[in-house]
Structures are given as structure tokens and as C-alpha cells.
């Protein structure tokens, strides 16, 4: 009788205290970006707990607002560790945010998998010898690069596209002023005939602007400049508040250059409906057509519309999605929690993601463990965003040139 | 009377050995709620001078500039640095306060205004020393990172100022201030010389202001112009100090606890939505209690007297 | 000749040359400045009349950027129209503000008043975010894009409506406080509330009046902005303050000095803008302008 006592104990023991596997995610959820990531964030969750967990023990997630504070996000992190004690930190958007997260995460050294901040601040205050850390977003001057293969393979493809000349608008702030730095790199490097855009690039030219999401939005004086200087490639790189009132003032000054790009990290809700928008071409990590040639793509569309009623809006609900399921094909590799050995598991698998691309760990300029080192150069054609290039995810011909103003 | 001798000593050591009973993450909240609570209590005692300062958030942008170029230009030991930032806002405040503090009311609080987004343009502007629209980063947060000696020396300098404000409010210098802000033309027709205690204050709190912005800087190893000059280290400091009762010192300690636990505990209550409940919270306490608690409290007494 | 004649020509003078030097930047300017002011007197009225600065006055623009945005978007209502229909609301709404927080507060310290106006604020702008989520909405009219040639160059027309209403807002508030009669027991009131009372003015009638007045006016450069600004929860929040700062540069009062100081000030900005690479810069003008009125004011009056 005894013994039957004993060992229903030690069984109920044992199911009491069965392990979950925490993953702590620190987000902006007062921003689109952030509450689009937590909402995918739960449903990869949802979707991966559904099918029997993670080496046999369920998912928990933990999601704490970061309100785009650098003090707040860095005491989100201090929370996940020693209240919630979660295994893994996940999440991120904001450079400014990160750098106040990178010295708290370092006391950790939790395995950390982040999709967000792209300044190279970050990846400077990171440091070389952070093995823990995995960051998936590309950084500022990787998505530079890309666009010169992205460019390179286009003219290749429609030899009428040149790209000699190019005009950057840049807003003032951290992101705008970094990704201006970022091409002025790249420009020095081509004089020289060395670095990617070599052949590609031939004059650089570039203004500030104060972005609508600080208060400004008024791109005239820029404009101007731009309109004077003729630019093969017109390219603005601002937030979703600029991108049709930056339109709107270059129809008003009769600018229409035959390449009209915009790069901000978001595009307002009614970009599409506005007719400005036809053949405005943008540098994106995903656009909703791609559910129409990949079937990763499509699956996480129907499931996020399903579970949430709402179509995904930005490129970080695929990869808030992206995040969860990266991170778990890596436990699953390594086969346990072993930290060392998820390390090693992560550097090895390719996650075939719904942004539109496959991820695999390779070194970028300071770090071990970069993700995605490229963007898409896409174009807006009668209100949808197409992909233009890569060519395996190619949805509609590049429309060029730039229609111009006739009409609209 | 002579239980303050007790209660307060006592109040120190508890603070001091806190952290070893609680988790990091309230470390962490408490570390925040000690900055925030510096900055309410300096712009308290320029208050009692009877001017309205919207300039804080410029000074702790100043300070946290001056700190992060000090250690990693000219290798300054980052605790040394926070003193340099006192000392550097100082200077700024002692050479701006000639002309600034010749203004009064809605002009001098719109000048500090405006001050804070100048400083914060050339923060942008002068890439070359401040790093321009990227900021600068340290290699290293002060002490490595630890977080219970950053908690004691940010306790450390919250004391310090506690101390400066209640010296502010029960040394002789409160006659000449309180004289001030209740008319200063008696109070200069009474010998008092405004300026100079105008000045005293602006500079004082100007040095407070930069040295917590250094312990901020140093804390999170960046600067970055937006987010260090942002008015949430205007507004937030002001609401602390309304909230919890003006013109003592007690007030902003009240309002800062109250107000930056109830914004971390919101947000977890309420992952959306909470800031309006936040908005609320100001809106009802203000209406309900004006003078805030620590003001509302002190009336209960003098009226139960 | 008094100094202040002297200074009008000085300044017509230098505006003259920059519209023929720098004809962009005269006409942007015009327009942006024109906007600010037209944002400004609302609150110049609050502040001159109820003593308040409303620290929620940029929500009240992003308020009624948002309902002309669904009156277009849901009832189709031409933007310009729908200024007929957000002018009452939000008169409504002021009302409703000044009903539930402010009239109780009116005799506490004046700093109680600006954290509440504050807290209302927060309120309004986590609303929209609720509402609408930070997803910014825009309003496309084909008439807001049209540039006519002015000079010789070419120049948007459409923003020219901001200088307009400005001025028709300028003149409209001149007269109602000069020559209507609750338009002098405003003034009265602004002057000297205690002394209004005793002579029979009914105060509080005239705060909520005033507040009502105030958003009203927003209302009505929303409207018309509404076509060519993006609209999302925290677009109205830098007008706030941009407004504070013209008034506190004009002069309590000086309502023509506030839509004068505001075209003045955005010319200065896209005078240094146009210049390249010192666009940086150019909010360094708003602020030392500004600075420098301000210090320079106090400083006559002292000597004078």
C-alpha cells in the first residue's frame, strides 16, 4: 500500500512540475510593428504548442511593452529574467531602445534572438564576443548592399533602368542619418572601384528633412534640390507618416524622376488607395503578395487573418512569426536546452520564412550570428505592392519609368 | 521630534540594503523612479523661487552628453564623469542664467523651452564630438553593469539632492525664497537680492539636472538626441512633483514612487490601454486632490489641529 | 518715427528681399507660417482669456483630423466641407473638456491646470491609438496637389488657404473682442477676472465659451490641413508648443504679432532649409528667434 502511495507522489510530483520552455519578448505594442509581432509571436506560439511542443514540453511566452523607452525596455529585460525567468529573449524594433537593452542582456547572456534595431550603434555596442546573440534583422548598411545586388541584377534584367545618379532625402534623425551614412560608405567605395555598387553608382547626392513623425513634413527645400540635381533614382528614407505627403509636394513641384523609392520601416494604411502611389517603388522585407508564390507566406496569412481578423500591415508580423518558429527549429535540432548546443543548432538550420527568404546564420561585419542580409526591392502598381527582385519572389513586371504626374 | 533622528537614519540603511531582497527587475524600477525623482525635486526647488522651469530635460541632456564624451574621449573615470556633467551644466546654466533669469512666467519657462531644443540641435549638428543623429556608445556601462552598485550610487546622489532641498526648505535661505515667489517687489524693496538667489537655484538645480542625466547615460552606456533629450524628462518629473504635492520635499518623493510604480505595474496589468488609465490616474488625482497628496495631507493636519 | 514703425519697414524690407532672392522659401514659408499662426490663436485666446495653457491644444487638432478623416473616409464628406460639421463638434467638445475638468479647477494653482490639461492629453492620444493604431490615415484630394505659377515659378496653391484663414480667423477674433458684446466681456476677463465679476460678467460662461470658441477654431485649420498632412495619434503634439512659443513671442494679446511672428519664423526655417546641407539647422532658427525676441522684449521693457 505503501508503495502505491510513494509513487502516485512522486508522479504527482513530477507532473506538477513539468517544464515549460519561456520565451520573454519585449515589443512596442503602443506601435503597429510591435502589436503586430506580439500577435504573430502568439500565434507561432499557439501553432507550435498545437503540434506537441518543443521536445515534448509546451511554449509559455511573456510579452512586456517596451513603450519605446530605452529605461523601460531595459527594465523589461531585467523582468523577464528575474521575475518571469524566461530561457530566451526575443522581440525588439527600436535602435534607440536596444542600445539601453544591449548592456542588461550582456549580464544575462540568455540565448537571445532579436528582429529588431538595425542601427550599426547596435551592432558596435554588441561586440564580437556575444555568442548568445542572434540578430535576424539586417543591419543598416546590409540592406544598403542588397539593394546594390537588387539594382545590379534589375538593370541587368531591364537594360532601358539606369542608376548612375542618385538623390537620397533623408530624415534627420538616427535612422534617416544612418542610412545616409550608409550609401556614402558604399559611394566612396565605388570611386574607388571596390564595395558593391562599383559600375552602379556614379554620383551621390543627399539633403536632410525633418520626418511628419517629429513634426516636420514639409520636403520642398529637399525637393527642390533634388528636382535641380535630375537623379536617375530618387530615393527618400523617412517613416510611414512622410511617404504620400512627400508625394503629394513632388507632384506639387513637378518632380517625377524615372525612379521614385521609398524606404521607410512601415507605409501608411491608405497608400494604396491614393493614386500618387502607382509605380512608387520601395525597399521592404515582405509585401502581401507574396502568400501568392510562396507557401509559407500564404500560410501565415490565412492563419494570421484567421486568428486575429485583421490583415497583417507590416513586415514584422511575418517576422514576429519568424522569430518563435527560428528559435524553436533550433531547440529542436540541438535536441535539448543545452545552451551550448542550441547555439551551434541555430548556426546551422535554414528556416524557409515567411518574409520571403531563408534564414541561415552567417557573420556580418562585428557579430557571429547574423539572419537576413537583404531586402526586397519592390513596387506599388495599382495599389498592391509587387515584388520586383529577387526574381524567385517576383510577382508583377517593374514598371518604368516612373509614370509621372499626368492624370493623377 | 526626536524620532526623525531614528526613522530616517534607519529609512537610509533600509534603502541601501534593499537590493539584496528584492529581484533585479525592482532594482532596476526603483533606480529609474530615483532619476526621475532627482529631476521632480530640482525642478521643485527652482519652483519655490516662484519660476515655472521647462528647461530640466536640456540640463540632463547636457549632463549625460558631457559624461559619455568625458569617458570616451578623455578616459575620465565614469564616476568622475558625473561630476563633470554637474559641473558642465553648471557652467551653461551660470552663463545662460545673466540673461534668462531676467524673465518671469510663461516667458522664462518657454525660453528653458526652447533652450533644451537648442542644446539638443547642436547635440544633432556637432557629429564630429557628439556623434550627430546616432549618438555615441560606451563600450561599458558604469561598474560593468552591475546593478546593485549603480542602485547605490544613484541612491547615493538621490540622497544628496534630498538633502540640498530640505536644506532649500528649512535653512534661512527659504525666507529670501519664499519672499520671492510670494512678491518679489516687497522682497527687493526688503534688501533681497533676487538675482542672485535666482541664479544660486538655476545653477544648483542646472547641476543636479546634469549630473543625474550623467548617472542616466552612464546606467545605459549611449546618448542618442532624441531619446536623451525627450520631454518625457520634462513632463514626467513635473507630474511626479504635482501629483505627490509641490514646494516640499516629501511631495515629489510621494509622486515619483506613486507614479512610476503605478506606470510599470499598468503596463503589466494592461499591455493596452494602460496609458490611458495613466492619463486618468493624473486627471483624478489633480481634481480630487489639489494640492497633491503630500499637500493634502498636511491640510488634514493643520485642520484636525 | 517710434521704433516700432522703424522695425515693420526693417522687416518688410528684408522680406522683400528674400521673395525676390529666395522666392521658394518666401512662399513656403508663407504658407507653413500662415498654418502655425492660424494654430496659434486658439491658444493665444485660452492663454490671454482663461490664463491656461492647454498643453492638450495639439490634441484638439489631431481630434479633428481624425473625424474629417472619417467623415470622408465613411460618408464621403469633401474635406473642406466637412469644416462645417468639425467646427460644432469640436466646439461641443471643448465645452465637454471645460464642463468635466476645468471649471472645477479654475481656482486651484495655475500648475494644477497645466497637468491636467496634460493628462487630458494622454487620454486623447492613447484613444486614437485605440481607434486607429499608429498606422498613419491620409485624405487624397486631387485639388490639394495644384500649383500655380506665381513670379515665374511654380508653387502649390492649395497650402495658400492656410494664409487666408489665418487672416479671416485674425480679423474675425478682432472684432468679436472689440465690438461684439460677449467678445468684450472676454477681453474684460482676460484682463481682470476678479473686476469682470464684480461688474456682473458672467465668468464662467465666458471660460467655457472661450474653450468651446478655441477647439472650434482648431477644427477648422484641421479640416483643411487634413488633405495634406498624414494623421496619426501624435501628429498634433509639436503644433502645442510651436503655438506656445509664437505666443510668448508675439505678446500675450498681439494677435496680429503671433501670425506675423509665425510667417516670419517659417520663412527664417526655409531660408536656412533651402540652403544645402544646413537644413540641421534650421530649427536652430525657430528657437534663437525666438529666444531673442523674448529676451529683447524683456530687456526694452526695462529700460523704457
Excluded at chain 2, 529609512?11 to 526603483?30: G, K
Aim: net charge positive.
Amino acid at each position: 500500500m505503501k508503495k502505491i502511495v510513494v509513487s502516485l507522489l512522486i508522479l504527482f510530483a513530477v507532473l506538477s512540475f513539468a517544464r515549460t520552455i519561456k520565451i520573454g519578448a519585449v515589443l512596442p505594442l503602443s506601435d503597429i510593428t510591435g502589436r503586430q509581432a506580439a500577435n504573430a509571436m502568439k500565434l507561432a506560439v499557439k501553432e507550435v504548442n498545437e503540434a506537441g511542443g518543443v521536445l515534448g514540453m509546451q511554449l509559455e511566452l511573456f510579452i512586456v511593452d517596451d513603450e519605446m523607452k530605452p529605461e523601460k525596455g531595459a527594465a523589461a529585460i531585467d523582468r523577464l529574467a528575474t521575475v518571469e525567468k524566461v530561457d530566451f529573449f526575443v522581440g525588439g524594433m527600436s535602435s534607440s531602445v536596444h542600445l539601453a537593452q544591449i548592456p542588461i542582456l550582456k549580464k544575462y547572456q540568455k540565448i537571445t534572438v532579436w528582429i529588431g534595431a538595425a542601427s550599426y550603434r547596435c551592432e558596435e555596442a554588441i561586440g564580437p564576443d556575444a555568442d548568445w546573440y542572434f540578430h535576424l534583422h539586417p543591419w543598416d548598411y546590409l540592406q544598403g548592399e542588397s539593394y546594390a545586388h537588387g539594382w545590379r541584377a534589375i538593370t541587368e534584367k531591364y537594360p532601358q533602368v539606369k542608376i548612375e545618379k542618385i538623390f537620397l532625402a533623408y530624415e534627420e534623425g538616427a535612422f534617416g542619418t544612418s542610412s545616409f551614412k550608409s550609401y556614402q560608405d558604399e559611394f566612396e567605395l565605388a570611386k574607388k572601384g571596390t564595395g558593391v555598387w562599383t559600375g552602379l553608382m556614379k554620383d551621390l547626392k543627399g539633403a536632410s528633412f525633418k520626418s511628419a513623425a517629429l513634426g516636420g513634413g514639409d520636403y520642398r527645400a529637399v525637393l527642390l534640390q533634388a528636382k535641380q540635381y535630375n537623379p536617375d533614382l530618387f530615393i527618400w528614407a523617412g517613416y510611414d507618416a512622410d511617404a504620400i505627403p512627400i508625394l503629394v509636394q513632388a507632384k506639387e513641384i513637378g518632380f517625377a524622376p524615372k525612379l521614385f523609392v521609398g524606404a521607410p520601416p512601415g507605409w501608411p494604411a491608405d497608400f494604396g488607395k491614393n493614386p500618387l502611389s502607382h509605380g512608387v517603388i520601395l525597399y521592404g522585407m515582405w509585401a502581401p503578395a507574396l502568400k501568392d508564390v510562396s507557401p509559407v507566406a500564404k500560410h501565415f496569412w490565412d492563419a494570421y487573418v484567421k486568428e486575429f481578423n485583421e490583415e497583417p500591415a507590416t513586415y514584422f508580423a511575418p517576422l514576429g512569426y519568424t522569430n518563435i518558429m527560428f528559435l524553436v527549429e533550433g531547440i529542436k535540432k540541438a535536441g535539448s536546452l543545452d545552451r551550448e548546443a542550441i547555439i551551434k543548432a541555430l548556426r546551422e538550420i535554414e528556416y524557409d520564412s515567411p518574409v520571403g527568404g531563408v534564414l541561415k546564420i552567417s557573420p556580418s561585419r562585428i557579430i557571429k550570428n547574423q539572419g537576413f542580409r537583404a531586402q526586397k526591392i519592390l513596387q506599388w502598381q495599382n495599389g498592391v505592392q509587387h515584388v520586383i527582385w529577387p526574381f524567385e519572389y517576383q510577382t508583377a513586371e517593374l514598371i518604368y519609368p516612373f509614370p509621372g504626374w499626368e492624370g493623377r | 521630534m526626536r524620532m526623525r533622528y531614528i526613522f530616517i537614519p534607519a529609512i537610509c540603511v533600509l534603502c541601501f540594503v534593499l537590493p539584496f531582497f528584492i529581484d533585479a527587475y525592482l532594482v532596476h524600477v526603483l533606480t529609474s523612479i530615483m532619476i526621475f525623482l532627482s529631476l521632480a525635486l530640482s525642478w521643485d526647488m527652482m519652483l519655490r523661487t516662484g519660476q515655472l522651469s521647462f528647461g530640466i530635460a536640456g540640463f540632463f541632456g547636457l549632463g549625460a552628453y558631457a559624461s559619455i564624451i568625458a569617458v570616451d574621449d578623455f578616459s575620465v573615470h565614469p564616476m568622475l564623469s558625473i561630476l563633470v556633467a554637474a559641473v558642465f551644466a553648471a557652467l551653461v546654466a551660470f552663463a545662460l542664467g545673466w540673461i534668462v533669469l531676467r524673465l518671469r512666467e510663461i516667458y522664462f519657462a518657454i525660453t528653458t523651452l526652447a533652450l533644451s531644443s537648442v542644446f539638443m540641435i547642436f547635440a544633432r549638428n556637432l557629429s564630429d564630438l557628439t556623434g550627430g543623429s546616432a549618438g555615441k556608445v560606451l563600450y561599458e556601462s558604469i561598474f560593468g553593469g552591475d546593478p546593485i552598485r549603480t542602485y547605490w550610487l544613484v541612491l547615493s546622489v538621490t540622497l544628496a539632492v534630498i538633502l540640498l532641498s530640505e536644506i532649500f526648505q528649512r535653512s534661512r535661505i527659504r525666507f529670501a525664497i519664499n519672499s520671492i515667489r510670494d512678491d518679489e517687489i516687497s522682497a527687493k524693496c526688503s534688501g533681497v537680492n533676487i538675482f542672485k538667489y535666482l541664479l544660486f537655484a538655476f545653477v544648483l538645480t542646472s547641476a543636479i539636472q546634469g549630473a543625474v542625466g550623467a548617472l542616466y547615460a552612464q546606467q545605459y552606456a549611449f546618448v542618442e538626441p532624441e531619446s536623451t533629450f525627450s520631454a518625457n524628462f520634462l513632463l514626467l518629473p513635473m507630474s511626479m512633483a504635482l501629483v505627490g504635492g509641490i514646494y516640499s520635499t516629501i511631495g515629489p518623493i510621494i509622486g515619483a514612487l506613486a507614479l512610476g510604480l503605478a506606470s510599470e505595474y499598468l503596463k503589466l496589468l494592461m499591455p493596452y490601454g494602460h496609458l490611458i488609465i495613466y492619463g486618468l490616474i493624473l486627471i483624478v488625482t489633480i481634481l480630487f486632490l489639489p494640492r497633491g497628496v503630500y499637500g493634502t495631507i498636511t491640510d488634514r493636519m493643520v485642520k484636525k489641529r | 518715427m517710434d521704433k516700432k514703425t522703424i522695425g515693420y519697414i526693417v522687416l518688410v524690407v528684408v522680406l522683400l528681399l528674400v521673395a525676390l532672392l529666395r522666392p521658394y522659401a518666401f512662399f513656403y514659408g508663407l504658407q507653413r507660417g500662415s498654418l502655425y499662426g492660424l494654430v496659434a490663436l486658439p491658444l493665444a485666446l485660452i492663454l490671454g482669456i482663461v490664463g491656461l495653457l492647454n498643453l492638450a491644444h495639439g490634441e484638439f487638432l489631431t481630434l479633428s483630423l481624425y473625424l474629417t478623416y472619417v467623415l470622408f473616409d465613411k460618408f464621403g464628406v469633401d474635406p473642406a466641407a466637412s469644416s462645417l460639421l468639425t467646427f460644432p463638434i469640436l466646439f461641443a467638445f471643448g465645452l465637454l473638456v471645460y464642463k468635466l475638468v476645468i471649471e472645477r479647477s479654475l481656482k486651484f494653482h495655475h500648475l494644477n491646470l497645466l497637468l491636467l490639461t496634460f493628462g487630458v492629453s494622454i487620454v486623447m492620444v492613447e484613444s486614437f491609438n485605440i481607434l486607429w493604431t499608429s498606422r498613419p490615415r491620409n485624405i487624397y484630394t486631387p485639388y490639394a496637389t495644384t500649383s500655380i505659377r506665381v513670379f515665374g515659378i511654380h508653387v502649390g496653391a492649395y497650402e495658400f488657404v492656410y494664409t487666408l484663414l489665418a487672416f479671416l480667423v485674425l480679423v474675425g477674433l478682432l472684432v468679436f473682442l472689440k465690438k461684439t458684446r460677449l467678445g468684450q466681456a472676454a477681453y474684460a476677463v482676460g484682463q481682470n477676472p476678479k473686476g469682470a465679476a464684480l461688474v456682473g460678467i458672467n465668468v464662467k460662461l465666458v471660460y467655457a465659451f472661450v474653450f468651446g470658441l478655441s477647439a472650434a477654431l482648431v477644427a477648422l485649420a484641421g479640416s483643411f490641413l487634413s488633405v495634406r498632412s498624414s494623421i496619426f495619434p501624435h501628429v498634433g503634439g509639436p503644433f502645442t508648443m510651436k503655438s506656445f512659443s509664437l505666443t510668448a513671442m508675439a505678446g500675450l494679446g498681439n494677435l496680429f504679432g503671433i501670425v506675423l511672428a509665425g510667417i516670419v519664423l517659417a520663412i527664417a526655417e526655409e531660408v536656412v532649409k533651402s540652403i544645402p546641407g544646413y537644413a540641421g539647422w534650421a530649427d536652430l532658427v525657430f528657437f534663437a528667434v525666438l529666444i531673442i525676441a523674448i529676451v529683447v522684449r524683456a530687456f526694452g521693457r526695462r529700460e523704457g
